[in-house]
């Protein structure tokens, strides 16, 4: 019973999968043809943007000191003091501000899609916009896209300069390293280019956020459990489609061997 019960669950996941990339091929047609909803996009891009930077700047503080704390007590045994700053704006830039920003977005506002519209679905206000010849892509869909696509770029930037400052002050004050190393090390170490690839991965990962919450609300059915099944389960395919992406995202962007170098070798 529990293996029939746990394929027919997979079967249902793959079908509202293969919904979500439905649904992303009618939101890029929409963008290109359809209308924007320029009221409906600022309120969205309000809820994603400055209603999630508080937290996603105590994230940032957070990671940034404890990367700094667990690297710092290593490299100085090392002798490679020198490059802690480096590290620190790579990981960051590369890695941690994009994909925690992310997973923080997918928790708070893919949620937050999903139990919406999921709501709306089963109180059958997705069917009056039909009935006023209203498009539910156009009016609901798009404008989080773009609010996603807009704001998690912009909350990245933040988290990544937030948690190199935290990282500069744990550095300097706790372990002591010179605040001229450790901004040199970051200037040896960054590349524009890694500037540059935190916010392309975000806004992969703002498209995938805001369709897979909007499309897994569009297909909630069975009343209220419904609505709390399908918010659950969007977070999760969220989350996954995150790490996913980002594996394949990093291994196109950033193939080959380094080239930075520790001042002083």
Request: charged share 10%; with cysteine.
């Amino acid at each position: 019973m529990s293996e029939t019960r746990s394929i027919s669950s997979l079967g249902i996941w793959s079908q509202r999968l293969l919904a979500a990339v439905l649904l992303g091929g009618q939101v890029i047609v929409r963008l290109f043809t359809g209308r924007i909803h320029r009221r409906n996009t600022l309120a969205q891009m309000a809820l994603v943007g400055p209603a999630s930077l508080l937290i996603v700047l105590m994230t940032a503080i957070c990671i940034g000191s404890v990367f700094t704390i667990q690297v710092s007590r290593e490299f100085i045994s090392l002798g490679a003091e020198s490059a802690v700053g480096g590290v620190l704006a790579l990981a960051l830039s590369r890695e941690l501000s994009p994909v925690l920003t992310a997973v923080v977005l997918a928790g708070r506002v893919g949620s937050a899609f999903a139990a919406e519209l999921g709501t709306m679905r089963v109180s059958e206000q997705i069917d009056a916009l039909y009935v006023l010849k209203t498009d539910p892509i156009e009016y609901l869909v798009i404008p989080r896209v773009l609010a996603c696509c807009i704001m998690l770029p912009l909350l990245t930037v933040f988290s990544l300069f937030i948690g190199l400052g935290s990282g500069y002050l744990v550095a300097t004050n706790v372990y002591g390293i010179s605040q001229t190393l450790f901004l040199e090390s970051i200037q040896n170490f960054l590349e524009l280019w890694d500037l540059f690839s935190a916010p392309i991965k975000s806004l992969v990962f703002g498209s995938m956020i805001a369709i897979i919450g909007c499309s897994w609300g569009l297909t909630t059915t069975g009343g209220a459990k419904g609505v709390g099944q399908s918010t659950t389960t969007a977070v999760v395919t969220s989350l996954l489609a995150i790490f996913i992406s980002d594996f394949l995202l990093s291994w196109l962007m950033f193939q080959g061997v380094g080239t930075s170098t520790i001042p002083g070798t």
